[in-house]
T-cell receptor, first 115, second 113 residues
C-alpha cells in the first residue's frame, strides 16, 4: 500500500509566480490535511478537506492561498503570486474517515523556495 | 485550545546514553499525543501515539513515552542512543473533537560517537 504521495518534492518559483502542490492520499483515505513548516518551526495546520469539500480552513492565509480536493485526482494547494515568506515545506497528511484526530499519515513534503 | 511545548530545541547525547526529549501539552479536553521523527529533507514518521489506552506507550526503534496527566507531559525516552537516532523530533497533540494536529517546535537530537 503506497503511502501519501506529494509532488513535486522541490519547487522553485520567482516572486509573483504561482505554485501548485499536489497530494495523493493513501488508498482508502478520503480526508486530506495540509500543514506548513517554516524554517526552524513545527508544522502548522492550514486546511482540512474531504472529497469536494473544505471542512476547516482556519489555518489558511486569507489571500493568495486556496486548496481543493476534487472527486477525481489529487488534492491541490495553490499559492498565487508567491512571496519570499511563502518559502517553506508543505506537508500533506491523509486519514481514513472518522480517524483524523488520532491517525494522520504524512507525505514526504514539498519544499517551496521563492527567489 | 491545544498547544505543545518542547523544552530544548537541541539535545546532544553520547552513543549508548539515555535519550530524553521533553514534551508538555495544554488541552482543555482529553488529548491524543504523538511523537514523530523527521530525517533531513524527509517527511514525518510516526514513532508512537497515546490515545487513552495504556499510559506507557512503546513505539518503533526502541522509543517509548509515558503519558502523565498530572504533569501534562508526554516525554520521549530511549535507553541507549544509536547514531541513526540523530534527527528532528516533534511532539503533537490532537483531541477527539477536532481534526488538526498541533505540533511543537521540534527538538534536534545529535548523537555523539
Amino acid at each position: 500500500n503506497a503511502g501519501v504521495m506529494q509532488n513535486p518534492r522541490h519547487l522553485v518559483r520567482r516572486r509573483g509566480q504561482e505554485a501548485r502542490l499536489r497530494c495523493s492520499p493513501m488508498k482508502g483515505h478520503s480526508h486530506v490535511y495540509w500543514y506548513r513548516q517554516l524554517p526552524e518551526e513545527g508544522l502548522k495546520f492550514m486546511v482540512y478537506l474531504q472529497k469536494e469539500n473544505i471542512i476547516d480552513e482556519s489555518g489558511m492565509p486569507k489571500e493568495r492561498f486556496s486548496a481543493e480536493f476534487p472527486k477525481e485526482g489529487p488534492s491541490i494547494l495553490r499559492i498565487q503570486q508567491v512571496v519570499r515568506g511563502d518559502s517553506a515545506a508543505y506537508f500533506c497528511a491523509s486519514s481514513p474517515p472518522g480517524t483524523g484526530n488520532n491517525e494522520q499519515f504524512f507525505g514526504p513534503g514539498t519544499r517551496l523556495t521563492v527567489l | 485550545a491545544q498547544s505543545v511545548t518542547q523544552l530544548g530545541s537541541h539535545v546532544s547525547v553520547s552513543e549508548g546514553a539515555l535519550v530524553l526529549l521533553r514534551c508538555n501539552y495544554s488541552s482543555s479536553v482529553p488529548p491524543y499525543l504523538f511523537w514523530y521523527v523527521q530525517y533531513p529533507n524527509q517527511g514525518l514518521q510516526l514513532l508512537l501515539k497515546y490515545t487513552s489506552a495504556a499510559t506507557l506507550v512503546k513505539g518503533i526503534n526502541g522509543f517509548e513515552a509515558e503519558f502523565k496527566k498530572s504533569e501534562t507531559s508526554f516525554h520521549l525516552t530511549k535507553p541507549s542512543a544509536h547514531m541513526s537516532d540523530a534527527a528532528e523530533y516533534f511532539c503533537a497533540v490532537s483531541v477527539n473533537t477536532g481534526n488538526q494536529f498541533y505540533f511543537g517546535t521540534g527538538t534536534s537530537l545529535t548523537v555523539i560517537p
